[in-house]
């Protein structure tokens, strides 16, 4: 065998035939055929991977390959790196549809795609402009099939994965809803925008969406800087995008520029950031960093670059807004004006997931005011959550960054006059933060604030959520008894399955997906208030509450009572569940990052097939990918019953749903009513059970 052969993990091969690790544990030991490792270690073979594909298709467990995973195969052959492949992508990005299809129909592909995008490819960071002809034939099929079959995202997605570098300690890739309430703050359209520590460009991206043209980014590392520049230009191609490689805080690449607007999720808790290096750097105009402190220094770096009247958003660990090593510095911060405000978001809004953020909302100070204005201190961290979860899908996005951006627009139109809301949001005068530790934690300021109660209101809150909290209790009481659930037997059941892609093929089922239109939307008034099922909606297990003038699509699809919806991004789930249109769904329209799967009903019930589609264990042999966990809908199997038996199973899964949306309703107004008849006794507002009045 060739060193450079394709080799496989035992993991990969699970994905590759769409099964569990441990049914691949099973095949090693019970098949003395099972292809013998080429590599790896004792602990962690590793196998070729032509022979694992030929024993798998022997035996019938290769399922049809999407364009994604023939693009992965390709990549583990190693003729081509991925970051040679990046530019292809962007280029490709720029096509419309049936200029695709007429490209992957050329004979002369190399030639074609010459003349597609140009002979000479764009740089991208790591990568001088390239020459169409230098590459494969089997690479540009490769990346051009899973641009126009998948998706020019799922492409750069899949190259992300084999790009081969660590992210440095302390850094995390920003989620899309937390990049887009970061661009909201700014409260306008941006023109110019820096992010510094930009990563892979999650940022960057979510500005040029919002209509920024101009768009900075640095980056310690090149595979990152290089997804960066290309996912901005992918996200708007009217922006333009300048990503540089290296350290911002030792080798500022845009030293001198201004802008009007920096978003920044910088790496935490590195000491060795350049603190004995850079003592006399002029970026320090609120203090010498300690070197504990690497935060302090970003946060500095990014006022450097605002100009009079821009704002930064940086997003930092909670430890900063209070500890004592830093304390000198943010006392200047607060009392020069240069910090707006601190939004403590919840645990699960960005990694790492357990520990709940900040936002920090950073302004020039203005030398017109030589009073220093107050601060906003808004603590979300209990907002928008769906759960007791501490994952990113348990918040309510939307709303919480409906109310976050609200209450920022409110203080920034006036300050001073701000009405405070008890236990969520207060401005503090710069007076009454100069104390001895000048403590920044939202929290702090906002729980601390007395609010005076209203008895009649507090008592009527609380006898409503008591109501409605007992009428959920019993629905699910009722829903959780019934008839028991008998065992199988002596072993469980066993099935012979069929992959969706298999069901496709034999017309048992059809599939739709909904694409996002390019540029603004021209639908009428009438078509843009129709409404959209989005992928929050299937998450929350709630009716439609998107538009398609807020999301206009490229295709129309309309839902029909029957249809299953599965989500295209696990977004941290071990198993999304799978969604069945009702009569109160039917007419609304498929979103984008959805599955649509229309089954016969002749041959598929349902509710059968949703239920088996979100089994945990089916979910994770059809996954790809970490930061990023995107389903390949086509390898979930199903087994193959009788439609009768289909119903009956399909009668259960529907229970287990109601019962489930059940637990959910009590679980959010259990809190609610917990939460208020606390809020009363300690305001002074309601008395303990069977206690008389009291005087004050």
Avoid at 164 to 182: N, R
Avoid at 406 to 428: K, M, N, T, V
Avoid at 593 to 604: A, I, Q, V
């Amino acid at each position: 065998m060739s060193k450079s052969s394709a080799q496989v993990t035992a993991a990969e091969i699970s994905r590759l035939a769409g099964v569990t690790r441990a049914t691949v544990s099973n095949w090693r030991r019970r098949h003395p055929d099972f292809p013998t490792p080429a590599g790896g270690t004792e602990t962690s073979p590793a196998y070729d991977l032509a022979e694992v594909r030929s024993w798998l298709a022997a035996r019938g467990q290769l399922p049809e390959g999407s364009p994604a995973d023939e693009l992965r195969n390709f990549l583990r052959e190693g003729t081509v790196p991925a970051l040679r492949l990046l530019p292809l992508v962007s280029s490709l990005a720029k096509l419309d549809a049936q200029q695709l299809e007429r490209l992957a129909a050329a004979p002369d592909l190399p030639r074609a795609f010459s003349g597609a995008v140009g002979e000479y490819l764009p740089s991208v960071p790591g990568e001088d402009p390239q020459d169409v002809a230098s590459f494969p034939t089997r690479a540009l099929q490769s990346v051009l099939e899973c641009v126009a079959e998948e998706s020019p995202a799922v492409a750069v997605d899949v190259l992300a994965e084999h790009l081969g570098e660590d992210l440095a300690a302390g850094a995390y890739s920003t989620p899309q809803p937390l990049a887009d309430l970061m661009v909201a703050l700014v409260l306008r359209t941006p023109s110019r925008v820096l992010d510094p520590a930009c990563g892979a460009g999650g940022l960057l991206s979510a500005a040029a969406r919002v209509g920024a043209r101009n768009l900075y980014g640095q980056e310690v590392l090149v595979s990152q800087a290089a997804l960066a520049s290309v996912r901005a230009k992918m996200a708007s191609v009217e922006a333009d995008a300048s990503v540089e490689v290296g350290d911002s805080l030792r080798a500022d690449a845009f030293a001198g520029l201004k802008v009007d607007a920096v978003l920044c999720n910088p790496p935490y808790g590195v000491r060795e950031w350049g603190h004995d290096e850079l003592a006399y750097d002029p970026r320090w105009e609120y203090g010498l960093p300690p070197k504990s402190e690497s935060e302090l220094a970003w946060v500095q770096h990014c006022l450097a670059h605002l100009e009079p009247g821009g704002l930064a958003v940086v997003l930092m660990p909670p430890g900063t807004a209070e500890r004592a090593s830093g304390r000198r510095i943010r006392t200047e911060l607060v009392r020069r004006g240069a910090l707006r405000g601190v939004i403590a978001l919840p645990p699960g809004a960005a990694p790492p997931l357990h520990i709940g953020l900040h936002l920090w909302l950073l302004a020039s100070p203005d030398p017109a005011k030589p009073e220093p204005q107050p601060v906003l201190f808004v603590d979300a961290s209990d907002s928008g959550r769906s759960g007791r979860s501490t994952g990113s899908r348990a918040l309510d996005w939307p709303t919480l960054s409906e109310q976050v951006v609200d209450l920022w627009r409110q203080f920034s139109s006036g300050p001073e006059s701000f009405e405070p809301q008890p236990g969520l949001a207060r401005s503090q005068s710069v007076v009454d933060l100069l104390d001895q530790s000048v403590d920044l934690t939202p929290a702090r300021h906002v729980r601390a604030a007395v609010a005076t109660a209203d008895p009649d209101r507090q008592d009527a809150v609380v006898r409503e959520l008591r109501s409605g909290l007992g009428q959920a209790s019993s629905a699910l009481v009722e829903l959780s008894g019934g008839a028991p659930w008998p065992p199988a037997g002596a072993g469980a059941l066993t099935w012979r399955t069929a992959t969706v892609a298999d069901l496709l093929r034999g017309g048992a089922v059809s599939m739709r997906r909904a694409s996002a239109a390019r540029g603004v939307s021209d639908e009428s008034e009438e078509e843009g208030n129709h409404e959209v099922l989005s992928l929050r909606d299937v998450r929350a297990g709630e009716r439609a509450s998107s538009s398609l003038r807020e999301n206009p699509l490229t295709e129309h699809v309309q839902l029909q009572s029957g249809d299953v919806v599965i989500p295209e991004t696990l977004n941290g789930e071990k198993a999304p569940t799978a969604r069945v249109v009702d009569d109160g769904d039917a007419g609304v329209l498929l979103g984008r990052r959805l599955y649509l799967l229309r089954p016969d009903p002749e041959r598929l019930d349902p509710w059968f097939l949703a239920g088996f589609l979100s089994a945990e264990e089916n979910i994770y042999g059809a996954t790809t990918g970490t930061s990023i966990v995107r389903l390949d809908v086509k390898r979930l199997r199903v087994p193959l019953l009788p439609l009768e038996q289909q119903r009956n199973y399909g009668k259960a899964f529907k229970h287990l749903h109601e019962m489930r949306a059940a637990a959910r309703a009590a679980a959010q107004l259990a809190d609610k009513t917990v939460r208020e008849l606390a809020m009363g006794l300690t305001s002074g507002a309601l008395l303990p059970p069977e206690a008389g009045p009291a005087s004050s």
